[in-house]
């Protein structure tokens, strides 16, 4: 077997933790497979760099960033290369170039084009347990780039997909995926598997485990991931395509405080309103989540949407610059959302009933709905967001 | 005109020498001029990475260790490009694999073989200035490999030379090269220039400002070398080939406390005896320095050599393995070598004397005495260095 296995800052952070992942890795090495580990920078080096790169010039070229932060991920990996050795196993370290992982061009937050498999394989063939630097790349300018949020999880996938391996292991400080948010949740249950649509929709709900990037290119590629503790020796979660014999209708419930929701009041009722809205908002790179349309009085409309907190206040600006008519706006910070995610969800009516009656029953207001083929989301008051959340959860007996 | 400039981790040990050293190349730069900037690791950052290396493994694979170090100098060079580009300079660091630095394989102590100049061409004809990674290169295997002692200065000599330069810079936190070390010697002299030779003998006796092996290979290629102090705009000493119409007859003199004299007496007078000595400490990579070899009594011989100082107990240590036939070994490490160097010696008979004529005149005593074309060496008591030193260098009138 071919397993890849992807560590982040936080198992590499200090000497004995880059011990604890080299002896994991040896682990799977000596029952016969071959490994391929990913690393990130160790601890928050990669914040130290970015500091240093601010000391010096407060607005750095993205090519230069990139060529530092690089050095982060080639510091793990040479470090995990002498703690290997040092455990007797024979092990080799690459970098970007070395692999070569074939980027776009665009810095900070470059796309995996291309990866040569080449060196790797040669490796392999040699018994060592290769060590690779996660989050960066090399554009065809030979220039390094690096891949933006998630960049070290896509970096994994990225390498299982292009070695076929049989797993790709992304080692996190949680146990896997669960049902829902432990420490909001008490009876949350860890799930042995879910398919790759709910764990987009789980991502990008901020329930985020894996960033959805790395789990779309899994999708793409159908690389089995595994979701998996670094501090302990549980089987973890499978992420894999969804089975027809699906028997969870839903499978996880997942609360994000971290929305605001902008509304609208007035606006006129004429073709191209939203359009303008939001592509003015597109262009000041603004993300909008929920968006809700409502038919006002007297040829007047209004329109609500959620944005993350950090963008409210911009979102609200960029409004009262770009429009003139309309009648008022108001920023409400003070909303979270809760979601079900599932996909037996496409199959069975009600769902999204019975999630209404079960805030119903705790007599939550319910401020905005949006739903996928997979989802269904409320927003609600952010001091009910614990009380919904596990209300929710009992209704669909997920903790069983 | 073309100027390669390179600064030493004490140059760019902080943000305001980083800034220094910016402007530094920015005036060169602004004058017209090609600036190609070679930079080492920040400070003692290497010594850091030494530390944080044998933390882990105290005898670190030599490739591990040059795929860590090589982070060093990325660093300084991406920081170096932030704060040109701070200044409003348009500027582009380059790593060994992206000039490309071919090297032979050895990890910690390789060759550069050849250096590919189109990409730095390319980035010069877009009037930028271009920052380079010394110390490192790429083998083969595409694997990174360090250069050994004195790597940056050698990177930027190699340079200089693939790249055809009007001069090679070498920045230090000295003026340039003096007639003796200014610390011990009071009067003494810096010099306009020096031969490639003398430079040569000067670095051998420790007097070294350059490594002798960039000097080696500025000899080789004809590059005119400039030895110049990062903290003022001096103009520095030249180094270059001798001229024929040279006035000096001696260029300088050199100390050097760092030696032990070990002699072995009683040996065996009979063929065989110096190589089997000699082949045995070169075997345990212990270098030789000066050798005196005595007639003694009764078909009997003594050999005196000397060696640095960290050598001389396992010089006697492998003298004590492997020979069972003399009467005695005797390591003192209370001597230093001084010397005297100039390319005038050659044609000029009388030279030596002179030299033995001023430590007599001091009433110091000479235990060894070596010579080449262009140098006199003499071994005395440690303790007279610096009396010694004086007094050549009176002798000679250096200090006028």
């Given at each position: 077997m071919l397993i890849v296995k992807k560590f982040g800052g936080t198992s590499v952070a200090n000497k004995e933790r880059i011990f604890n992942v080299a002896k994991r890795c040896i682990e799977e090495y000596q029952k016969g497979n071959d490994v391929v580990v990913v690393l990130s920078a160790m601890g928050k080096y990669t914040d130290e760099l970015i500091t240093m790169a601010k000391d010096i010039?407060?607005?750095?070229p993205k090519r230069e960033m990139d060529m530092l932060f690089t050095i982060g991920e080639q510091m793990s990996v040479a470090l995990m290369g002498m703690a290997m050795n040092k455990l007797g196993v024979p092990a080799v370290s690459l970098n970007a170039f070395q692999v070569a992982m074939h980027t776009t061009s665009v810095y900070g937050n470059a796309r995996l084009k291309r990866i040569d498999t080449e060196r790797i394989k040669n490796e392999l063939e040699q018994r060592k347990i290769v060590i690779v630097t996660g989050f960066q790349g090399v554009n065809k300018y030979d220039d390094y780039t690096t891949l933006g949020r998630g960049g070290s999880d896509t970096t994994a996938v990225a390498l299982a997909a292009a070695l076929h391996a049989d797993a790709c292991e992304i080692y996190t400080d949680v146990d896997g995926v669960y049902t829902a948010d432990p420490r909001k949740v008490k009876n949350a249950r860890k799930l042995d598997q879910v398919t790759y649509d709910e764990m987009l929709e789980l991502a990008t709900l901020g329930?985020?485990?894996?960033h959805n990037r790395s789990v779309e290119l899994a999708k793409k590629y159908g690389v089995t991931l595994v979701v998996r503790s670094s501090l302990n020796n549980e089987e973890g979660t499978k992420v894999r395509r969804g089975s027809?014999?699906?028997?969870?209708?839903v499978s996880g419930v997942a609360g994000d405080a971290d929305t605001a929701r902008i509304a609208i009041m007035g606006?006129?009722?004429?073709?191209?309103v939203a359009f303008k809205l939001f592509n003015a908002l597109a262009k000041h790179d603004i993300n909008v989540d929920m968006i809700l349309q409502s038919i006002g009085r007297k040829g007047k409309k209004d329109i609500s949407f959620t944005v993350s907190e950090e963008n409210a206040d911009e979102a609200a600006k960029v409004i009262e610059e770009q429009f003139?008519?309309?009648e008022g706006v108001d920023v409400n910070k003070n909303v979270a959302k809760v979601s079900i995610v599932g996909?037996?969800?496409?199959?069975?009516?009600?769902v999204a009933a019975k999630m209404f009656e079960a805030l119903y029953d705790e007599n939550i207001n319910i401020r905005m709905i949006s739903t996928s083929e997979i989802r269904v989301t409320v927003l609600i008051d952010q001091e009910n967001t614990e009380r919904a959340m596990n209300a929710v959860h009992d209704k669909f007996s997920l903790g069983d």
């Amino acid at each position: 077997m071919l397993i890849v296995k992807k560590f982040g800052g936080t198992s590499v952070a200090n000497k004995e933790r880059i011990f604890n992942v080299a002896k994991r890795c040896i682990e799977e090495y000596q029952k016969g497979n071959d490994v391929v580990v990913v690393l990130s920078a160790m601890g928050k080096y990669t914040d130290e760099l970015i500091t240093m790169a601010k000391d010096i010039n407060e607005n750095p070229p993205k090519r230069e960033m990139d060529m530092l932060f690089t050095i982060g991920e080639q510091m793990s990996v040479a470090l995990m290369g002498m703690a290997m050795n040092k455990l007797g196993v024979p092990a080799v370290s690459l970098n970007a170039f070395q692999v070569a992982m074939h980027t776009t061009s665009v810095y900070g937050n470059a796309r995996l084009k291309r990866i040569d498999t080449e060196r790797i394989k040669n490796e392999l063939e040699q018994r060592k347990i290769v060590i690779v630097t996660g989050f960066q790349g090399v554009n065809k300018y030979d220039d390094y780039t690096t891949l933006g949020r998630g960049g070290s999880d896509t970096t994994a996938v990225a390498l299982a997909a292009a070695l076929h391996a049989d797993a790709c292991e992304i080692y996190t400080d949680v146990d896997g995926v669960y049902t829902a948010d432990p420490r909001k949740v008490k009876n949350a249950r860890k799930l042995d598997q879910v398919t790759y649509d709910e764990m987009l929709e789980l991502a990008t709900l901020g329930a985020g485990v894996l960033h959805n990037r790395s789990v779309e290119l899994a999708k793409k590629y159908g690389v089995t991931l595994v979701v998996r503790s670094s501090l302990n020796n549980e089987e973890g979660t499978k992420v894999r395509r969804g089975s027809k014999m699906e028997k969870m209708l839903v499978s996880g419930v997942a609360g994000d405080a971290d929305t605001a929701r902008i509304a609208i009041m007035g606006l006129k009722d004429e073709p191209g309103v939203a359009f303008k809205l939001f592509n003015a908002l597109a262009k000041h790179d603004i993300n909008v989540d929920m968006i809700l349309q409502s038919i006002g009085r007297k040829g007047k409309k209004d329109i609500s949407f959620t944005v993350s907190e950090e963008n409210a206040d911009e979102a609200a600006k960029v409004i009262e610059e770009q429009f003139d008519d309309y009648e008022g706006v108001d920023v409400n910070k003070n909303v979270a959302k809760v979601s079900i995610v599932g996909a037996g969800m496409q199959t069975n009516a009600g769902v999204a009933a019975k999630m209404f009656e079960a805030l119903y029953d705790e007599n939550i207001n319910i401020r905005m709905i949006s739903t996928s083929e997979i989802r269904v989301t409320v927003l609600i008051d952010q001091e009910n967001t614990e009380r919904a959340m596990n209300a929710v959860h009992d209704k669909f007996s997920l903790g069983d």
